[in-house]
């Protein structure tokens, strides 16, 4: 099946009777291609935009298929083909751009090298693909030392994906002292002691019980437990299988941890798809994330899956962020200045995300954000965020 798509009548009748084949289907609208090709899936060979879609919008519409529909080979014709609009189809993923006064033969060639590179790709790819699944991560906030801002990083940074639009839930992986629902000023009913009970049964939509919805910024949070006691009950396994029915449920799963390497901790580890590392500029601090980074290493962690900050960057300590990357033989992603707002916003229960949304804190906690939320957006196989960055890590 071909789509032939253009707002221009005429265009459209020329293009039928070119292609002389009977399994054509016209498309007036954008909104009308993407309803065929969400109805026939799997018969949509090719998708042929006419000039009034060579624009961005049928450019953005090219990129999307090239990841939730790649078998769909995607042919732009342009009423001038200019060598930027080339460039961008390419980037957009289209197969093949054609001039507008197009012969029938060009387009016969062209239909058919998109539908030969759709057939091989339906051959080759699982036909049950889930198109949503490029956009799941798990981002798990470490430190091995104790009280370097992790709880106030992974709560901001919660905020801050879920501002941008995402659906996110943020767990406490601090059980015998987790304080998250502190910091939001949430009550929870109930707490990750009670999901990990029901672990084995959990479900998508039933997981989402266990949570407690923060109103200002639409993150759910699965709280700690709230007596300390009972996290020595809690398996790692059962940690694990909640994990990923929250992966499966959200499009962010922050994990906030005690800074150790405790038995949930490397159960987080092994789902995580960005580890943001945080680190105080202190001596034993970056002794400490020295040796993590070696564990991480032999965790099997990409280094190019995470992301460094270093938090209370501008204290006058004595030691300056160059010093620091030297030590570490690893590029800071990002710096956080020290600021009075920070332990404001902890007391009352508010993240400075929202309490203080220009402050010089806030942007750079959106910078680590904006790090995470490009990786989620990219399709599988995942790009590093330091190639992304344009910075070369040296590890
Ligand atoms: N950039 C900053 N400027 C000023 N104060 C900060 C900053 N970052 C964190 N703090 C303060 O440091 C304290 C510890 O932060 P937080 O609880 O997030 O650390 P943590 O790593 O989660 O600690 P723990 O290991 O105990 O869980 C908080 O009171 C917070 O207000
Ligand atoms: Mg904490």
């Known amino acids: 099946l071909i789509v032939i798509a253009d707002s221009d009548r005429e265009f459209r ?15 007036r609208r954008m909104s009308d291609v993407e309803k065929i090709v969400a109805e026939r899936r799997t018969e949509v060979r090719v998708v042929l935009l006419g000039p009034s879609f060579a624009t961005s919008t049928g450019l953005a519409l090219a990129a999307k298929f090239q990841v939730e529909a790649p078998e769909i080979g995607v042919i732009i014709a342009a009423k001038t083909v200019t ?7 390419l980037h957009a993923g289209a197969r093949d751009v054609l001039p507008y006064s197009f012969t029938p033969e060009q387009l016969a060639a062209a239909v058919a090298r998109a539908d030969s590179v759709a057939r091989h790709m339906r051959e080759n790819i699982s036909p049950v693909i889930d198109l949503t699944d490029a956009r ?3 981002v798990t906030v470490h430190s091995s030392k104790g ?29 015998q002292s987790g304080d998250l629902a502190l910091m939001l000023q949430l009550h929870p009913r109930r707490t990750l002691y009670d999901a990990t009970r029901e672990s084995e049964r959990l479900d998508e939509a039933e997981v989402r ?29 059962s940690v694990q299988s909640v994990l990923r029915v929250l992966k499966s449920a959200f499009q962010y799963v922050v994990i906030d941890t005690p800074p150790l390497f405790t038995d949930h901790v490397l159960a987080a580890i092994d789902e995580t798809d960005v580890l943001v590392s945080v680190t105080a500029m202190d ?16 965790l099997g962690v990409r280094p190019e899956r995470m992301a460094l900050v270093l938090n209370r960057a501008d204290s006058k300590v004595g030691l300056s962020v160059g010093e620091v990357e030297k030590a570490l033989r690893a590029t800071v992603d990002v710096c956080i200045p020290s600021s009075r707002d920070v332990p404001l916003s902890v007391n009352r229960g508010n993240p400075i995300a929202l309490d203080a949304p220009k402050s010089a804190v806030t942007s750079a906690l959106t910078k680590i954000a904006e790090l995470v939320d490009e990786v989620g957006k990219l399709p599988p196989p995942r790009r590093s965020i330091a190639s992304k960055l344009g910075v070369g890590r040296k590890r």
């Open 13 to 27: 009748a020329r293009v039928i009777e070119q292609a002389g084949r009977d399994d054509v289907i016209e498309a």
């Open 83 to 89: 060598a930027d609009l080339l460039r961008s189809a």
């Open 136 to 138: 799941h991560r798990v």
């Open 147 to 175: 009280g370097v801002g992790k709880s106030f990083v992974a709560s901001n940074l919660a905020v801050l994906l879920a501002q941008r639009g995402n659906d996110v839930v943020l767990v406490d992986l601090d059980l």
């Open 209 to 237: 019980g266990y949570l407690t919805r923060h109103p200002a910024s639409g993150l759910s949070l699965l709280a700690a437990p709230t007596e300390p006691g009972l996290a020595e009950t809690i398996t790692a396994e």
């Open 283 to 298: 001596v034993p601090s970056i002794k400490n994330l020295r040796v993590s980074l070696q564990t991480f290493e032999l």
